[in-house]
């Protein structure tokens, strides 16, 4: 009798409700097994990777990529940059250090990056009076990274605001900080893979050395 209970309730969860859950358990399953299946492939085909939001995400560099090897591993709609005039429609071999790119994924994707063998050790860009789309370069306080262009005794040469959007950003989290407080600067943390905008009050030319 004990047996014939056990057996009845197997085909009942088998044939109803449960079913579905088994189901759908199993298909998560599977997509996670091919989720970590494309991690693991991701490490052995690049030297390091970003994985990307579903929308939009802010991504940068820490080194010289080599455009020929990096690759978006999933589908983009859009990736552009910011140029200082404005948006202007790019790809992932564009990408430099101390830049930032936005790019939008239909569904979950990786920024895959292959570093180049023999690279400049700086990278540099012009800023322009206005706002600018940056990156770090390097894993350091803002205050450091950022020290040539402080506005020592507010002369308006140089930075006034720093903004991290941390919806997009990879790392940094939301901040909107006045420059005019330096010790408001040196406080935030910025990270190579992550973007930021920043406003000067004059141009001028921003460069790191890499690590």
Do not use: H
Not at 34 to 47: N, P, Q, R, S, V
Not at 70 to 98: K, R
């Amino acid at each position: 009798m004990a047996v014939e209970t056990a057996d009845t309730a197997l085909d009942t969860a088998i044939t109803g409700g449960v079913t579905a859950t088994i189901v759908a358990a199993t298909a998560a399953l599977d997509a996670a097994v091919a989720a970590l299946e494309t991690l693991t492939a991701m490490w052995t085909d690049y030297d390091t990777f970003l994985t990307l939001n579903v929308g939009w995400t802010l991504i940068s560099t820490d080194k010289w990529i080599d455009p020929a090897t990096s690759a978006w591993e999933g589908t983009v709609d859009l990736a552009f940059m910011y140029t200082g005039v404005g948006f202007v429609e790019v790809d992932l071999a564009d990408l430099e250090p101390v830049q930032a790119l936005y790019v939008k994924m239909d569904g979950s994707g990786w920024a895959g990056l292959d570093y180049l063998a023999a690279a400049p050790g700086m990278s540099a860009i012009e800023l322009v009076q206005g706002w600018n789309l940056i990156s770090s370069g390097v894993a350091t306080d803002a205050g450091a990274i950022l020290s040539a262009l402080q506005d020592i005794g507010n002369q308006g040469t140089g930075l006034t605001t720093l903004v991290s959007q941390g919806s997009y950003n990879l790392t940094s989290g939301d901040w909107y900080i006045d420059a005019s407080v330096w010790a408001s600067v040196t406080a935030a943390a910025m990270d190579p893979f992550d973007g930021y905008w920043i406003y000067m009050n004059a141009a001028k030319s921003f460069g790191v050395i890499l690590q």
